[in-house]
């Protein structure tokens, strides 16, 4: 088990720029979560999945963000159209229904 | 939708001190975590408690349901606990978190 994985760890950006982000869970996590976190906050949830089947999506997510998790193991995270507002520490996370929420390292975006 | 709220934001430890960190929130619960981010931003996962106690060396944790509030103890303090400590629970699938509770423990 080597735990949840994300890629890249740091992504730099113009505005204006497509930008995406790998999650690989825990294998035998059937669940698997985005976050956005920015300074001094808790995260942030975004969405998931449980296998390949998006079950939630939050109101706050702007239609530039699209998730996928096509085989229902590693997922994908892109933000169109990039905006500075879109600067954060993404998360990913994994678990199985109602048990433990384990976190990937994150990537961290800057979008100039 | 379900309010997370943490007290005290902000805590500042001298090494070898105890303290203990709350967790209340709005609604019923079956399912509440502990999280701690350590200043790189990792965030590990310290306790999945919906109810009762449990403990892990140093740290224990308590959560009353029917009074809507858990409590984080952390025992002889080390600098390595510095960091900021997350609770977070269930709404429909997914963990709200709340803004958590930044711990500084001075040597």
């Known amino acids: 088990d080597t735990g949840v994985s994300q890629n890249p760890r740091h992504k730099i950006t113009k505005r204006g720029q497509n930008v995406t982000f790998r999650c690989d869970p825990i294998?035998?996590?059937?669940?698997l979560y985005w976050y956005r976190q920015t300074l001094g906050q808790g995260p942030e949830f975004l969405t998931y999945?449980?296998?390949?089947?998006?079950?939630?999506k939050s109101r706050l997510l702007s239609d530039r963000f699209s998730a996928e998790r096509p085989k229902g193991s590693f997922s994908t995270l892109e933000i169109q159209r990039t905006e500075q507002g879109d600067s954060a520490m993404y998360l990913c996370?994994?678990?199985?229904?109602?048990?433990?929420?384990?976190f990937g390292s994150g990537t961290q975006l800057s979008v100039l | 939708g379900i309010q997370v709220e943490q007290s005290p934001p902000d805590l500042i430890l001298q090494e070898g001190a105890n303290s203990t960190l709350r967790c209340n929130f709005s609604?019923?619960?079956?399912?509440l975590q502990w999280f701690h981010q350590n200043p790189w931003g990792q965030l590990i996962n310290l306790f999945y408690?919906?109810?009762g106690t449990k403990q892990n060396g140093r740290l224990s944790a308590t959560t009353v349901a029917t009074e809507r509030y858990s409590l984080l103890y952390i025992s002889s303090s080390q600098t390595t606990d510095s960091g900021v400590y997350f609770c977070?629970?269930?709404?429909?699938?997914?963990?709200?978190f709340g803004q958590g509770t930044e711990l500084s423990v001075k040597p």
């Open positions: 996370a994994s678990s199985s229904p109602g048990e433990k929420l384990f």
């Open positions: 294998s035998e996590h059937n669940r």
């Open positions: 999945f449980q296998n390949e089947a998006q079950l939630e």
């Open positions: 609604d019923s619960v079956n399912n």
């Open positions: 408690i919906p109810s």
């Open positions: 977070a629970l269930a709404q429909g699938g997914k963990l709200i």
